[in-house]
């Protein structure tokens, strides 16, 4: 499917107002979307602060955007996940349950949740049908953000579910493309594959060259101060991995060389465990505690 036309005509007259926020622990780049014709919004990516060593979490990070929107009268309809991601934590349920909204991800959720189900060998309680969330979309499918039209793209090669969120003149990219000097997310998850990744950078670098794009991730490579918006054309002609006609061997063969030379995310083991499931912790056993597990060598031989 990554490799099909756009399934739908993007509105650049439309100019949401974009509110960001950087969480440097995990390098996350999290928005608030604002339709410029009402107080509807919606949020994409949210961070919920978690110390592994401790084992205690907070939402410091979510009570800022939880406060910008209050402060301005906003009103919350959509919490996005553009994927269910491996390096940070999602606070999704925690800033639903302070100002409402649906919480809503790709489809291919369940293919996420089937694969990590048996990694972290959850039991029949967990439901691998992705009714952790509200709303599950398709390829092409649109919501409504006040009186904005949102549009789904399905960008799979990251991970199986992967989505770009188009609402208007701005494209929420999740990890499928990092900044022009930073290149394309990593694609040796299980489930991801560099060459599903790059048919899905070209369908992404096949909208229109003035879309503004929004980074999930930045590291500020070289050095740079950490940057997140982008264009479509700045892409096209600039991006490290991708630009300037790369072909798509020659990609597949960068994507898979750099792959084998990277560790794993800090975080990969409770983002998974916790992502997969809308952002809710595992329940608590017979103690009445929380536990996530660490499947030992679990992700090092599952890779698909």
Known sequence: MSNQAIPFTPDLTVKP??????????????Y???????????VIDSVMDFDYASGNIA????????????????????????HVH???????????????????????????????????????????????????FRDGDSYRIGNMT??????????????VHVIGDAAFVGDTLFMPDGG???????????????RSIQRLLALPGEMRLFMCHDYGPNGRDIQWETTVAEQRDH????????????????REERDETLSMPKLIIPSLQVNMRAGQLPP?????????????????????
């Open 59 to 82: 939402y410091e990070g979510a009570d800022k955007i939880i406060r910008h929107i209050q402060d301005h009268g906003w009103k919350l309809e959509w919490l996005i996940e553009t």
């Open 32 to 42: 608030i979307v604002k339709d410029p014709n009402s107080e509807a919004c919606a």
């Open 239 to 254: 991006n490290i991995h991708v630009g300037h006609g790369t072909s798509e061997d020659e990609f597949v063969k960068m």
């Open 17 to 30: 107002e974009v509110v960001a926020f950087f969480d440097a622990p995990t390098n996350t780049i999290s």
């Open 184 to 198: 394309s997310a990593r694609a040796d998850f299980p489930g991801g594959d560099a060459r599903t990744l790059y």
């Open 86 to 136: 491996a390096d940070h934590l999602s606070a999704a349920p925690y800033i639903q349950s302070k100002l409402g909204g649906k919480l809503g991800i790709g489809d291919q959720i369940c293919v996420v949740q089937n694969t990590f189900g048996k990694i972290f060998n959850e039991g029949t309680e967990f439901q691998r049908d992705g009714s952790q969330f509200d709303q599950l």
């Open 284 to 304: 608590p056993e017979a103690d009445g505690k929380t536990y996530l597990k660490v499947p030992i060598n679990g992700l090092a031989t599952s890779k698909e």
């Open 150 to 163: 949102a549009y789904t793209l399905f960008t799979p090669g990251h991970t199986p579910a992967d989505m």
